[in-house]
């Protein structure tokens, strides 16, 4: 009898913190490579070091404070630097985030990724995912060998934004640096620095400070459960290329275009937008042959509106990489020229 009522008292002792472990938020980690995963022969080695060469549990491993935060499923999905990301692995990343989040023990998903294409995956998964739990990338700029490297708290801030109900609803998320950015806004603005990802014209959703979250902002741009795209209908992203404008630009780019039947252009404009008239002929040409082509801007920032005497539809402030996702996205549903301008409207 003694011992019976030693181990109910015990049992009764360790119920609260069983339930309160049983309560954490379920996590799944998605690994596909990149300079989080980096490894370098030594410390001091900021730049040169291997992309993608730690696996995810090693990872998670290195930060024990995560399994306070969330119950931690960790899967790898690649291990790659982001430059190699393609629209075929894009496309298989939206449809295994879908499916994750479909499970109703799946209380949210973190993506480890390479910063090089960093705007461009998760704004296709904002577009993609049907999914009102959150969706979070991140990221490191400097290799996990490195002094003071930066993905084991990017990490852990990731999987923390990620465990917060606050992060419902907001469409994909970059955690970098304490800082919280809308996949829609955010880009690389600096080749090697920490505070390298920034949305200069609309800023940050939020920050954690404490390993606490702070929401400051929502965005009205459409995202995630309110898309009207479905990937259960794409099996595979058209081809959409980026010609660069600049003094003494060719039209033969535009040929070469029209030669590899790319179903789109996105024109990375000069100022906001304005083309050459060797590019205005390259892209009648483009449009004649039933290319749709989009002008976007090469300043980093701003809008580029519509002119009357210039050819293509805008972008809008979509940079051109992201402008690109959002073509490609948009030609898997239509192309009704009027029907793709609204999407970058409102996308």
Do not use: C
Request: glycine share 8%; net charge neutral.
């Amino acid at each position: 009898m003694r011992i019976r009522g030693f181990l109910l008292g015990l049992l009764i002792m360790i119920s609260p913190w069983a339930t309160a472990a049983q309560a954490l938020p379920h996590i799944v980690i998605l690994a596909t490579g990149g300079t989080i995963a980096g490894s370098a022969a030594d410390n001091t080695q900021t730049t040169g070091y291997q992309a993608g060469a730690i696996g995810v549990d090693a990872l998670v491993k290195a930060v024990p404070a995560i399994n306070q935060v969330a119950h931690i499923e960790a899967e790898q999905f690649s291990n790659i630097g982001s430059e190699n990301m393609t629209s075929d692995r894009i496309l298989a990343l939206a449809k295994r985030v879908n499916e994750l989040l479909n499970r109703a023990d799946v209380d949210g998903v973190v993506i480890t990724h390479g910063t090089d294409t960093l705007d461009e995956t998760p704004y296709f998964l904002n577009l993609t995912v049907k999914s009102h739990k959150p969706i979070v990338f991140t990221a490191a700029m400097r290799p996990a060998t490195a002094i003071s490297a930066d993905g084991s708290m990017n990490l852990l801030q990731a999987v923390t934004v990620a465990a917060d109900p606050q992060s419902q609803n907001r469409g994909v998320m970059v955690v970098l640096n304490d800082r919280i950015g809308a996949a829609r806004f955010i880009t690389k603005t600096n080749t090697t620095t920490l505070d390298t990802f920034k949305a200069p014209e609309e800023g940050y959703l939020g920050s954690i400070v404490g390993g606490r979250v702070y929401f400051h902002n929502r965005i009205d741009k459409i995202h995630t459960t309110a898309s009207v795209f479905d990937l259960r209908k794409i099996k595979a992203l058209p081809p959409v290329v980026i010609i660069y404008g600049y003094q003494d630009d060719p039209e033969y780019m535009y040929d070469a275009a029209i030669a590899h039947h790319a179903k789109g252009i996105v024109y990375a404009g000069t100022g906001a937008g304005s083309m050459s008239v060797r590019s205005q002929a390259g892209i009648e040409k483009a449009i004649r042959a039933g290319i749709v082509v989009v002008r976007a801007s090469r300043t980093g920032s701003g809008i580029v509106p519509p002119v009357a005497n210039e050819s293509g539809l805008v972008a809008n402030s979509l940079n051109p990489a992201k402008a690109r996702i959002l073509l490609m996205t948009a030609l898997t549903q239509t192309h009704d020229p009027k029907v793709i301008q609204e999407y970058f409207n409102r996308y």
